[in-house]
């Protein structure tokens, strides 16, 4: 079955510091992937989606993830972290047989200290 | 261009109640897909709309239904609502089904007692 994880419920980070955000997915077909936010009481925005072709993907807001098949994983990587950045992400799958249904990982709240 | 927009915001209803929530899609949109967020937990897919039919579902009981609209706004309805329905309601629209982006509302949050 199609499915996403997100190891880290939290993370906290200095402002300034690097992040990296881990993304693991089970699909038996090309995967498309996806890192959304979601800040509270809001709706979902999305940061990058990979589809093919360059493994490194850059988003917006600074943010990039890297595709790697051999390890069936997505990871969000930031190099500054800002404290705009705290909010909750979450990795998705997408499903296009399905019309593209996405399959959410649980999500990962940031912190951001000062 | 207007975004994806959702009514009402929160409400709260009672166990065994039926509710009705609604998404306007962003301008240009044929397809809309429904999502609950549980506290704590990611969105899960609900169903899909395309052209005012019903085009995928996901792991919900049939007493969560929709509906799409000539003007592709669409209905989340739900009957009987029971204590774990209590969650965030997201919808999202694309131009087509098989679109890489969709673009979410604010959602609704149901709260059931």
């Known amino acids: 079955a199609q499915s996403v994880t997100q190891p880290d419920i939290h993370i906290t980070v200095s402002e300034g510091a690097s992040l990296e955000l881990r993304c693991n997915y089970s699909?038996?077909?090309?995967?498309?992937l996806f890192w959304y936010v979601q800040s509270p009481g809001q709706g979902l925005q999305l940061l990058l989606k990979?589809?093919?072709?360059?493994?490194l993907v850059q988003g917006i807001k600074g943010f990039e993830a890297e595709f790697k098949r051999s390890q069936s994983s997505f990871n969000l990587r930031k190099p500054s972290v800002h404290w705009s950045d705290a909010a909750e992400y979450f990795c998705?799958?997408?499903?296009?047989?399905?019309?593209?249904?996405?399959?959410f990982g649980a999500g990962t709240i940031l912190r951001v200290k000062s | 261009e207007t975004g994806v927009t959702q009514s009402p915001t929160h409400l709260i209803k009672t166990r065994g109640q039926q509710v009705t929530l609604r998404c306007s899609s962003q301008?240009?949109?044929?397809?809309v897909s429904w999502y609950q967020q549980a506290l704590g937990q990611g969105p899960q897919f609900i169903f899909q709309?395309?052209?005012?039919?019903?085009?995928g579902r996901g792991n919900f009981p049939p007493r969560f239904s929709g509906l799409q609209f000539p003007n592709y706004s669409s209905e989340l309805n739900v009957n009987a609502l029971e204590l774990d329905d209590s969650a965030l309601y997201l919808c999202?629209?694309?131009?087509?089904?098989?679109?890489?982006?969709?673009?979410f509302g604010p959602g609704t949050r149901l709260t059931v007692t």
């Open positions: 990979y589809f093919s072709g360059d493994t």
């Open positions: 699909y038996g077909a090309t995967p498309y």
């Open positions: 999202a629209s694309s131009l087509v089904p098989t679109a890489d982006e969709q673009y």
């Open positions: 998705a799958v997408g499903m296009m047989e399905y019309g593209n249904k996405l399959v």
């Open positions: 301008s240009g949109h044929n397809t």
């Open positions: 709309y395309y052209r005012e039919e019903e085009n």
